[in-house]
């Protein structure tokens, strides 16, 4: 297995396809085409390897550095994945969200623990209309012929019957029926994983045979009354990480159905999202290795967190970004990265005990 990570970004061009502003439907977008200098990515320590190879959420991020960056990468790596079919984090789907539409369904927090000491947030979904329907439902632009993995975890303390659809335009191309009630099973395309304190995680699969923008809707059955609910939590999309560079090539595609996009730096909008979702399932999870337990550590990923979200805001609300100004802070997320691996490297190859280690780095991060 290869250690050297390379994140080489040579001179390309960013394209971007023309789309009416929603201030004035005749002003488009031009396109602009920007040269980057070349930089790279420290080599990672033969000591670090291990750990940050077993380490989801960081293999998450490279994926998306590299796999998903605006253009192709000259000579790129190999990626050092011990299974190239094992999935990966793609999408968040929050059920509190201003891009999440609900329909007939009130969201709250819940106060109860998930399973296996897991940081995440449980929610409470209810019916709160006789009505036909009630559902959660969000939109993602699908890429045909990619496994997509939608999972969420949940348990029976109320209703217990829903489905899991996926639509294109108002017509259903895919559905699965899963129970929470241990006494009635799931549809057969229901993959169920028992956890601890009788959470389940249900998986649904679903491979679309068209490139296009689909609604993905988890709502009650048809025989739900006003004020039924469930509990959830984790609801998210993955899929295998071979795939996220063929997902890289629709960037424009994807980040073109953002209405809110201002600037023309399409494929830059996306691939800076993807970082941004995965560094906060990073640092949300808070799964570092105990040897880069530290502050100084998680200090600089909060700093490139931070970095990522000024650009990103930028890119997608300032139609008059300057292209030097981008140059420099793309080369200046290069140069937090690296600060990052390099703090890590000092870590696994320090003499110190771990007490003055520990001491000495967050003298040092803070």
Same mark, same amino acid.
């Given at each position: 297995?290869?250690?050297?990570?390379?994140?080489?970004?040579?001179?390309?061009?960013?394209?971007?396809? +023309?789309?009416?502003?929603?201030?004035?439907?005749t002003?488009?977008?031009?396109?602009?085409?920007?040269?980057?200098?070349?930089?790279?990515?420290?080599?990672?320590?033969?000591?670090?390897?291990? $750990?940050?190879?077993? !380490?989801?959420?960081?293999?998450?991020?490279?994926?998306?550095?590299?796999?998903?960056?605006?253009?192709?990468?000259?000579?790129?790596?190999?990626?050092?994945?011990?299974?190239?079919?094992?999935?990966?984090?793609?999408?968040?789907?929050?059920?509190?969200?201003?891009?999440?539409?609900?329909? *007939?369904?009130?969201?709250?927090?819940? !106060? %109860?623990?998930?399973?296996?000491?897991?940081?995440?947030?449980?929610?409470?979904?209810?019916?709160?209309?006789?009505?036909?329907?009630?559902?959660?439902?969000?939109?993602?632009?699908?890429v045909?012929?990619i496994?997509?993995?939608?999972?969420?975890?949940?348990?029976?303390? #109320?209703?217990?019957?829903?489905?899991?659809?996926?639509? +294109?335009?108002?017509q259903?191309?895919?559905?699965? =029926?899963?129970?929470? $009630?241990?006494?009635?099973?799931? #549809?057969? *395309?229901?993959?169920?994983?028992?956890?601890?304190?009788? !959470?389940?995680?249900?998986?649904?699969? =679903?491979?679309?045979?068209?490139?296009?923008?689909?609604?993905?809707?988890?709502? =009650?059955?048809?025989?739900?009354?006003?004020?039924? *609910?469930?509990?959830?939590?984790?609801?998210?999309?993955e899929?295998?990480?071979? $795939?996220?560079?063929?997902?890289?090539?629709?960037?424009?595609?994807?980040?073109?159905?953002?209405?809110?996009v201002?600037?023309?730096?399409?494929?830059?909008? =996306? !691939?800076?999202?993807?970082?941004?979702?995965?560094?906060?399932?990073?640092?949300?999870?808070?799964?570092?290795?105990?040897?880069?337990?530290?502050?100084?550590?998680?200090?600089?990923? %909060?700093?490139?967190?931070?970095?990522?979200?000024?650009?990103?805001?930028?890119?997608?609300?300032?139609?008059?970004f300057?292209?030097?100004t981008?140059?420099?802070?793309?080369?200046?997320?290069? #140069?937090?990265?690296?600060?990052?691996?390099? %703090?890590?490297?000092?870590?696994?190859?320090?003499?110190?005990?771990?007490?003055?280690?520990?001491?000495?780095?967050?003298?040092? #991060?803070?």
């Amino acid at each position: 297995m290869k250690y050297l990570f390379l994140f080489i970004v040579p001179l390309f061009l960013l394209s971007c396809e +023309e789309r009416a502003t929603p201030k004035t439907a005749t002003q488009a977008h031009k396109v602009k085409s920007i040269d980057f200098e070349e930089f790279k990515l420290i080599d990672i320590s033969p000591k670090a390897q291990t $750990d940050l190879y077993q !380490w989801k959420s960081f293999q998450s991020l490279l994926q998306v550095m590299l796999a998903m960056a605006p253009s192709k990468i000259k000579n790129p790596p190999l990626l050092p994945l011990s299974n190239p079919d094992s999935l990966l984090l793609y999408s968040r789907l929050y059920p509190i969200n201003s891009q999440t539409v609900l329909t *007939n369904i009130y969201v709250e927090r819940d !106060w %109860r623990a998930p399973a296996e000491s897991a940081k995440d947030t449980v929610f409470r979904i209810e019916k709160n209309k006789e009505a036909s329907t009630a559902n959660l439902q969000w939109e993602r632009f699908l890429v045909a012929g990619i496994p997509y993995t939608w999972s969420f975890i949940s348990k029976k303390v #109320g209703y217990d019957r829903f489905h899991l659809s996926f639509l +294109e335009g108002t017509q259903e191309v895919y559905t699965a =029926f899963f129970s929470l $009630d241990p006494l009635v099973s799931s #549809g057969k *395309n229901v993959k169920t994983t028992s956890l601890s304190d009788d !959470w389940k995680q249900y998986k649904v699969v =679903f491979t679309p045979k068209k490139s296009a923008l689909y609604t993905l809707r988890l709502s =009650f059955d048809e025989e739900a009354k006003m004020n039924d *609910n469930a509990i959830f939590y984790r609801s998210v999309l993955e899929l295998p990480a071979k $795939d996220f560079p063929k997902v890289g090539q629709y960037a424009s595609k994807i980040a073109a159905e953002n209405t809110q996009v201002e600037s023309s730096y399409y494929s830059v909008f =996306f !691939w800076l999202v993807q970082i941004e979702d995965a560094l906060k399932e990073l640092l949300h999870d808070d799964a570092f290795p105990e040897q880069i337990e530290v502050p100084a550590v998680k200090a600089r990923f %909060r700093l490139f967190e931070t970095q990522i979200k000024v650009l990103t805001d930028n890119v997608r609300n300032n139609p008059d970004f300057k292209e030097e100004t981008l140059k420099a802070q793309i080369k200046q997320l290069g #140069g937090t990265f690296n600060s990052i691996l390099a %703090r890590i490297n000092n870590l696994y190859d320090s003499n110190l005990d771990e007490r003055m280690q520990y001491i000495e780095v967050s003298e040092e #991060g803070e």
